[in-house]
């Protein structure tokens, strides 16, 4: 990778920054805008948001003049959607973006081509269950002046999903000058079990971001001045709800932290300096059937984890939230609790298991990473496909699959599936060479469970290294178009994304 050139500001040097001067912010709430009518409804309506694509200009430290972003709305990460289970809205998503893009386009990327307006988006809600005419399908991006109207019916379990860009070979790009934002579902159920809440719920949205020393943003790019993508892009620094290190005051008692991992592509090792444990109460889909206190946990670009804290037996004590050697954050555990702090739940909601026998087809399904001869990565595909070859994975209606993921490369991939949430099933080594050779599974170790943070319902999970990744899942409840792809963004924009089809019975040929 080259340097920044030189008319640019150098690099930041992230110990520069002085630690914990800013409190952490959060999201601000999306409040709806009017009321319309339910597709094929007239009679009945539901909440309509409004959320425009902008430029704005946010300082992401203290000490940082204001950083150029793309946001949802005027900050970064967008406003919160607060969602109730079974109650649809709709959000409009206008395009107010410049007409120029800011970050490297990679011309020689499928999508991108020269003929390709620079700035293009289209948001998907990461997690949703939707028409595929709302899911943000990545060939239906629109220009600055256009906009969309999405359709979120809500109908699923509670959850912590997040709406980002997903344009065709830039959501990299997109998405690190800063388009996204959460998006939460509640319900009844999840009410009921007095899980710390209000000022008690904080989201925590992690992400890194390369800054150069006049606090704006910078994104790596390969030496070929033709074909700037790389293969990962990794910050200096470390941002939480869109600061780097922030601190937050808290009470002397539990908290419930939603976390999501923003990130293009860094995964996070967490863990509190203190020593003391997470509660693993939730992930990407939702709650787990029971807490588990974890002193660590991993997570991907695209997961969610939902923990509990207890600050109880900290009174007065600053506690870092840290990334192995990284620092990310402080809490500041302050003396006085102003509310009564309830224990977690010993259950919280059954996640039954769905049997491997439900599954009436198992796809191995490969990850194939293309290197040159510098043995640099160029390309990566799922299962040896480009985004354009025709669709392989048509899955009916209502049936259960298991998905067998088969990575040879050095890398773990986030795999997420759009419309459906799985089930992790197990994890083995393989050895690749025979693989290669023959199509033949060798496995070398034992199969690996699901990791507590990953025990739930799921919509993403890592695919390890030299490893087969098995998760089951059923199709619906909608027929149509959806994709599937690797959450590295970088990857994801060089066609480690493909086009799947969910297909009634009836219409199955070939
Ligand atoms: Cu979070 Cu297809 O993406
Ligand atoms: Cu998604
Ligand atoms: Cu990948």
């Known amino acids: 990778m080259r340097s920044v050139s030189a008319e640019l500001a150098p690099a930041l040097d992230p110990n520069t920054l002085e630690k914990f001067v800013d409190p952490l912010p959060v999201p601000p709430i999306a409040k709806s805008v009017s009321r319309e009518a339910l597709p094929g409804r007239p009679s009945q309506k539901a909440p309509y948001y409004r959320i425009p694509m902008r430029e704005s200009r946010i300082a992401l430290h203290r000490d940082l003049p204001p950083t150029r972003l793309w946001t ?56 949703a269950r939707v028409p595929p005419e709302s899911d943000g399908y990545p060939e239906n991006w629109y220009t600055p002046g256009h906009s969309a109207t999405s359709f979120y019916p809500n109908r699923q379990e509670p959850a912590a999903l997040f709406y980002h860009d997903h344009a065709m070979g830039i959501t990299r790009l997109n998405t690190w000058a800063g388009l996204f934002g959460l998006y939460i579902i509640r319900d009844q159920v999840e009410d009921s079990l007095d899980l710390p809440s209000g000022a008690y719920e904080i989201p925590l949205v992690l992400c890194d971001r390369l800054l150069r020393r006049d606090g704006q943003l910078d994104y790596p ?11 990962e892009a990794f910050g200096n620094v470390m941002l939480v709800n869109g600061k780097a290190f922030p601190f937050l005051s808290v009470e002397p008692r539990k908290y419930r932290f939603r976390l999501l991992n923003a ?75 102003t509310a ?65 993921i088969v990575n040879p490369t050095d890398d773990s991939h986030p795999i997420h599936l759009h419309l459906v949430r799985f089930q992790l099933l197990d994890r083995r080594n393989y050895d690749p060479l025979t693989y290669q050779r023959t199509g033949q599974l060798r496995f070398l170790g034992p199969v690996v469970g699901p990791e507590p943070s990953e025990s739930g319902w799921k919509d993403t999970i890592r695919a390890h290294s030299r490893m087969v990744t098995r998760f089951i899942v059923n199709f619906g409840p909608y027929t149509g178009r959806y994709v599937w792809h690797c959450h590295i963004l970088e990857h994801e924009d060089n066609e480690m994304m493909r086009p799947y089809d969910v297909v009634a019975a009836k219409d199955l040929t070939g």
């Not at 695209?302 to 900290?314: C, L, P, Q, S």
């Not at 919280?348 to 009436?360: D, G, K, Q, T």
């Open 221 to 231: 790019h390969s030496p070929r001045p033709n074909a700037p993508w790389v293969p």
């Open 340 to 404: 009564e702090d309830q224990p977690l739940p010993s259950t919280l909601r059954p996640v039954p298991r769905i049997p491997e026998s439900a599954a009436v087809k198992t796809r191995e399904l490969t990850i194939d990473e293309y290197m040159n001869a510098a043995e640099e990565s160029m390309l990566m595909l799922l299962n040896n496909k480009h985004w354009d070859m025709p669709v392989t994975e048509k899955p009916v209606l209502n049936t259960t699959e298991i998905w067998s």
């Open 263 to 337: 990130s293009n592509g860094r995964f996070y090792h967490l863990s509190l300096s203190s020593g003391q444990p997470f509660f693993l109460i939730g992930c990407d889909q939702g709650l787990l059937p029971k807490p588990v206190d974890a002193p660590s946990f991993v997570f991907a670009p695209g997961e969610r984890v939902d923990v509990a804290i207890d600050f109880r037996d900290h009174v007065d004590q600053r506690i870092v939230l840290q990334n192995d050697a990284f620092v990310m954050m402080e809490f500041r555990v302050g003396r006085r609790r």
């Open 72 to 127: 949802y709305g005027d900050s970064f990460p967008g406003p919160t959607v607060e969602a109730r289970s079974g109650e649809p809205l709709f959000i409009g998503w206008p395009n107010q973006l410049p007409d120029s893009h800011f970050l490297p386009i990679d011309r020689t990327l499928h999508g991108a081509e020269a003929d390709k307006p620079q700035v293009r988006n289209v948001v998907h809600l990461h997690g």
